[in-house]
């Protein structure tokens, strides 16, 4: 299967029962997570890639709107929920070749249309490829639908309702249910 983790509200995610920590050291991870609304600048560089396999690349990071990404440690604690914005930078190969300091110089973003033309390539074909060319979009699949869902970092279900069973005082993990769609959580 495949695992995946609630975006949730990150209150509580220091421990707190100290007195069991020596004891289960190998149990115990020390993290130092970076503030919340910390920005981050990072480059993905690529050649040769086709218009589907950069609209699949695209398609990864460039999630539908309210949605974030989950990375790093201390997930299933409500860290590491994350929003990429991707900009993407198109470069001429054989104008670079035929000028020796171009490079990456001049070279503008492509506007967000370029960005979204590149993904729908990647979602048409895919859409083919599982004969499913009537939807408009990969996310209206069934699949997909479930890890939007996941991935729905503004409408996040309540703490609550995503949290681990519990041993005491009663074993919650001797009556455990099988665990409903992400779609079925509210």
Request: one cysteine or more; aromatic letters at 10%.
């Amino acid at each position: 299967g495949y695992k995946l983790y609630w975006h949730r509200e990150s209150n509580e995610w220091i421990e707190t029962d100290t007195k069991n920590i020596e004891k289960h050291k190998s149990q115990y991870t020390r993290i130092t997570p970076v503030k919340e609304g910390t920005i981050f600048k990072a480059r993905i560089r690529f050649e040769n890639l086709s218009k589907v396999e950069l609209g699949a690349l695209l398609f990864a990071l460039d999630l539908p709107n309210g949605c974030a990404h989950k990375l790093g440690m201390g997930k299933p604690l409500g860290l590491g929920s994350v929003r990429i914005t991707p900009t993407l930078f198109l470069s001429n190969r054989s104008q670079r070749y035929k000028d020796l300091f171009l490079e990456w110089k001049g070279i503008d973003p492509a506007d967000y249309a370029k960005i979204k033309e590149f993904k729908q390539e990647f979602e048409r074909f895919i859409l083919d490829k599982i004969n499913n060319a009537s939807l408009s979009t990969l996310w209206d699949t069934e699949r997909m639908k479930e890890l939007k869902r996941m991935l729905d970092y503004n409408g996040k279900p309540d703490n609550e309702k995503t949290r681990y069973l519990k041993i005491e005082p009663k074993n919650e993990f001797r009556d455990r249910r099988v665990l409903p769609r992400p779609t079925e959580v509210k």
